[in-house]
T-cell receptor, first 114, second 112 residues
Framework: ETGVTQSPTHLIKTRGQQVTLRCSSQ?????VSWYQQALGQGPQFIFQ???????GRGNFPPRFSGLQFPNYSSELNVNALELDDSALYLC?????????????FGPGTRLTVL | GDSVTQMEGPVTLSEEAFLTINCTYT??????LFWYVQYPGEGLQLLLK?????DKGSNKGFEATYRKETTSFHLEKGSVQVSDSAVYFC???????????FGQGTTLQVKP
């Protein structure tokens, strides 16, 4: 069984640019969540997608947006990058029958904004 | 709003020592509680979970008991190994929301 995968592993952008991060869910999972983990901090919830629809959003501005595709893979898009967007971005998937929101995490994408 | 507070680290122990990492939470209702572990350069792995009061989650020698009366979910292990060195995160979720709420993490360093 393939786990959650993310690409790319590392990314360097400059302020004002746009970035797209990608995530493939674990087999059988139809829910994907994205988190931002700043250095030395716990992950912060960005948003969740369930069956291609946004299903909850954290305290992040609209320049953070996402998509989920019919195969349940997902993208996180960030426009107008700021220095504070530098972080590890984690994707997590959940099984469709999870009754207690157990989430399985990918290895993350390390974004550096210069 | 909901929140999780963990003891500050780093926690430095010798091999075979007893481990406790404190975690308390603030939430309405009956959230599910989790411990995740993050090894250097990796994503988070679920270590254990508890979904209702008085439940004990356990895995790989680690244990934590859901204490509703003290709103706590402390992580314990009787004898730590060098390979347990990592960052440990306590988290909560409620079944009617999509999100996990994490504490700030506690770094554990185990020396031989």
């Amino acid at each position: 069984e393939t786990g959650v995968t993310q690409s790319p592993t590392h990314l360097i952008k400059t302020r004002g640019q746009q970035v797209t991060l990608r995530c493939s869910s674990q087999s059988g999972h139809n829910t994907v969540s994205w988190y931002q983990q700043a250095l030395g901090q716990g992950p912060q919830f960005i948003f969740q997608y369930y069956r291609e629809e946004e299903n909850g959003r954290g305290n992040f501005p609209p320049r953070f947006s996402g998509l989920q595709f019919p195969n349940y893979s997902s993208e996180l898009n960030v426009n107008a990058l700021e220095l504070d967007d530098s972080a590890l971005y984690l994707c997590a998937s959940s099984p469709s029958d999870s009754s207690y929101n157990e989430q399985f995490f990918g290895p993350g994408t390390r974004l550096t904004v210069l | 709003g909901d929140s999780v507070t963990q003891m500050e680290g780093p926690v430095t122990l010798s091999e075979e020592a007893f481990l406790t990492i404190n975690c308390t939470y603030t939430a309405t209702g009956y959230p599910s509680l989790f411990w995740y572990v993050q090894y250097p350069g990796e994503g988070l792995q679920l270590l254990l979970k508890a979904t209702k009061a008085d439940d004990k989650g356990s895995n790989k020698g680690f244990e934590a008991t859901y204490r509703k009366e003290t709103t706590s979910f402390h992580l314990e292990k009787g004898s730590v190994q060098v390979s347990d060195s990592a960052v440990y995160f306590c988290a909560l979720s409620r079944s009617n929301t999509g999100k996990l709420i994490f504490g700030q993490g506690t770094t554990l360093q185990v020396k031989p």
